[in-house]
T-cell receptor
Framework: NAGVTQTPKFQVLKTGQSMTLQCAQD?????MYWYRQDPGMGLRLIYY???????DKGEVPNGYNVSRLNKREFSLRLESAAPSQTSVYFCASRPGQLYGYTFGSGTRLTVV | GEDVEQSLFLSVREGDSSVINCTYTDSSSTYLYWYKQEPGAGLQLLTYIFSNMDMKQDQRLTVLLNKKDKHLSLRIADTQTGDSAIYFC??????????FGAGTQVVVTP
């Protein structure tokens, strides 16, 4: 099993550009999450999808949008990238509330 | 909301035991987890403990939970160079989502 797959692995954007980070899981998990990781701040939740067809804001949603395309895929979109969005982005999934998360390997995004 | 705190850095000699500590604020946390992150990689689930347990052992890993003090620890016995990584404590919040600490960088020296 591939687990959680994120694309791309690396990306450099200019301020104001847009892009979509892709995430797909093949474990038939119900819930999916997007986090960003910044030095000394741990992981902060951007958006999550508790089940197919639902999405909710996390701790730091401003500047981002998400789409739960189907049960497998959960994408994160930056409409107008800003340098403050330079970070490592992780997608995660889990079967349900009583389980730990399975993480993807991350997307390293730099906005210049 | 939930607040999860960890010390940021731990240095340990190869062969010694490592103890990584974590404190949290939400007494209703049901599941508590330890994740490991190696350089350039995602987070890997190491172990977890249910809130009705005091201790869980899994090979070289021992998790201790003190619910009264809201304190969680991870002990790694016979620490090896491959244990060098960032270790994250995570606990479930009132809505079942995971709240993560900032991570503890563990450096193993020969």
């Amino acid at each position: 099993n591939a687990g959680v797959t994120q694309t791309p692995k690396f990306q450099v954007l200019k301020t104001g550009q847009s892009m979509t980070l892709q995430c797909a899981q093949d474990m038939n998990h119900n819930s999916m999450y997007w986090y960003r990781q910044d030095p000394g701040m741990g992981l902060r939740l951007i958006y999550y999808s508790a089940s197919e067809g639902t999405t909710d804001k996390g701790e730091v949603p401003n500047g981002y949008n998400v789409s739960r395309l189907n049960k497998r895929e959960f994408s994160l979109r930056l409409e107008s990238a800003a340098p403050s969005q330079t970070s490592v982005y992780f997608c995660a999934s889990r079967p349900g509330q009583l389980y730990g998360y399975t993480f993807g390997s991350g997307t390293r995004l730099t906005v210049v | 909301g939930e607040d999860v705190e960890q010390s940021l850095f731990l240095s340990v000699r190869e062969g010694d035991s490592s103890v990584i500590n974590c404190t949290y604020t939400d007494s209703s946390s049901t599941y508590l987890y330890w994740y490991k992150q190696e350089p350039g990689a995602g987070l890997q689930l190491l172990t977890y403990i249910f809130s009705n347990m005091d201790m869980k052992q899994d090979q070289r890993l021992t998790v201790l939970l003190n619910k009264k003090d809201k304190h969680l620890s991870l002990r790694i016995a016979d620490t090896q160079t491959g244990d060098s990584a960032i270790y994250f404590c995570a606990v479930t919040d009132s809505w079942g989502k995971l709240q993560f600490g900032a991570g503890t960088q563990v450096v193993v020296t020969p």
